[in-house]
């Protein structure tokens, strides 16, 4: 098992990291403790940190009839706090830079969520609302497109889980890469992935190939910056389990001859109990681990395929929620 990374990684203070919530609680969350054993952390809470105390009045999104503009509104106190929010999202969006790799943030926050927030339409109490963004969630995917963005509730679905869990590891690994700078890191990242990308999306894993084979005729530097927008791409959307189990198949090829026929029925077995959502996809790959270990097949231990991310944080805990991927 290869020694995985430390994603930075920037979260609610909420979740578990601070009682900040407006009624002064935290949010306690098993997945989250075990993420933050695992990852570097920055840790915010935008409500408290531009001053509006702990517990407080709840606020919410509201745009303002007369100006158009979105507000940060109080309606307890009548406070806008729109302005002090822009600033506070400013400051931390600089301050930040290119450091993350990933956020996991409140839901539905006026602040921290990222969609399904409320966005009323007006100040008065019988004001209608739609579903936008709040202050620093939208900021976050504005300064952070394609990162590896989700919330505490989506995340309780483990496909979804396991998905963001994926790309954010990847993303990671080829921060590190890049970092080391050279075509060899390049190529050595790529050729680990392989299976990753391929169970996320084919096509842009065949992309990505051969932008690392046109090495010898391109600058280095533009290569880069290509590769890992064609990697964001890739994770754009979770993929189907079908497209997950098809690539497991793809690594079971190469020694499925050498097993006995029960062993191979059982090993389908538990490919099927992946593709129903009974369990996650960390059972069969650790099992083509332990075929690929017996057989000593070099390729197949080579990919970070096998052990995306951490695991420990593969959870079986499902809500069903976020199925609407």
């Not at 990374?5 to 601070?18: I, M, T």
């Not at 590896?148 to 990671?172: A, C, M, Q, Y």
């Amino acid at each position: 098992m290869a020694v995985q990374p430390r994603p930075r990684v920037v979260f609610s203070k909420c979740l578990g990291f601070e009682a900040c919530r407006w009624n002064g609680a935290m949010i306690d969350d098993p997945f989250v403790a075990a993420l933050a054993s695992r990852v570097e952390i920055t840790a915010l809470c935008p409500e408290a940190e531009i001053g509006l105390g702990i517990p407080r009045d709840p606020v919410r999104v509201a745009l303002d009839p007369d100006t158009g503009e979105r507000e940060l509104y109080q309606p307890a106190t009548g406070g806008r706090h729109g302005s002090a929010m822009r600033a506070w999202v400013a400051a931390r969006v600089a301050e930040l830079g290119d450091g993350p790799d990933g956020f996991l943030l409140k839901n539905r926050s006026p602040s921290c969520g990222f969609r399904d927030v409320k966005v009323y339409r007006g100040f008065v109490p019988a004001a209608g609302s739609g579903i936008g963004a709040g202050f620093w969630g939208e900021a976050v995917l504005a300064r952070w497109p394609g990162h590896p963005v989700e919330d505490e509730g989506r995340l309780k679905n483990f496909t979804i889980r396991e998905h963001w869990l994926r790309f954010l590891w990847s993303l990671t690994r080829f921060r590190l890469a890049r970092e080391a700078g050279g075509i060899d890191d390049l190529v050595r990242f790529h050729t680990a992935e392989k299976l990753l990308l391929l169970s996320v999306n084919q096509e842009r894993m065949r992309v990505l190939g051969r932008v690392v084979a046109s090495h010898g005729k391109r600058p280095l530097a533009e290569l880069w910056v290509e590769y890992e927008a064609g990697l964001r791409a890739a994770f754009a959307a979770p993929p189907k389990p079908g497209a997950i189990v098809n690539t497991i198949l793809h690594a079971f090829g190469h020694y499925s001859d050498r097993l006995a026929a029960p062993e191979r029925a059982h090993f389908l077995s538990l490919l099927e109990a992946y593709r129903d959502e009974r369990v996650p996809a960390s059972v069969p790959l650790k099992l083509l681990e332990s075929h690929a270990i017996r057989f000593e097949v070099a390729y197949v231990l080579g990919q970070t395929f096998l052990d995306p991310y951490p695991e420990e944080l593969s959870m079986i805990s499902d809500s069903g929620k976020g199925r609407d991927l």
